[in-house]
């Protein structure tokens, strides 16, 4: 019954900023990880970054290294990906996604296939 939703796409112009998130419902346990992940134009599903929300620890691609950041709130119910000096390439669908089970190796390796749960997504598009 765990469901996911993400909302705060929309379009963004080369070097801008946009920040995403998902909420999450239906469960009564908190996620072990949750991650977000993207598929641009002909393109493979890729992970984008990750949260580890029982040592707090996090993960990112090294193509957003130093410009994206992952976050939750203290109720642990919102997950955020806040997206700066953003670039075309990063014109994607973005999809949330949770694990509930412990596996670091999921996590921090971003393991798409791994991943139960997921929203429908949310597009961002950059443009000059």
């Known amino acids: 019954q765990v469901q996911l939703a993400e909302s705060g796409g929309g379009s963004a112009q080369a070097g801008g900023s946009l920040r995403l998130s998902c909420s999450v419902s239906?469960?009564?346990?908190?996620?072990?990880?949750m991650g977000w992940f993207r598929q641009g134009p002909g393109k493979e599903r890729e992970g984008v970054a990750t949260?580890?929300?029982?040592?707090?620890?996090?993960f990112y691609a090294d193509s957003v290294k130093g410009r994206f950041t992952i976050s939750q709130d203290n109720a642990e119910n919102t997950l955020y990906l806040q997206m700066n000096s953003l670039k075309i390439e990063d014109t994607a669908m973005y999809y949330c996604?949770?694990?509930?089970?412990?596996?670091?190796?999921?996590?921090?390796?971003?393991?798409?296939?791994?991943?139960?749960?997921w929203g429908r997504g949310t597009q961002v598009t950059v443009s000059s």
């Open positions: 239906g469960g009564t346990l908190s996620p072990y990880c």
């Open positions: 996604a949770a694990i509930f089970t412990y596996n670091t190796w999921t996590c921090s390796q971003m393991v798409t296939a791994d991943f139960p749960y």
């Open positions: 949260f580890y929300s029982s040592g707090g620890s996090t």
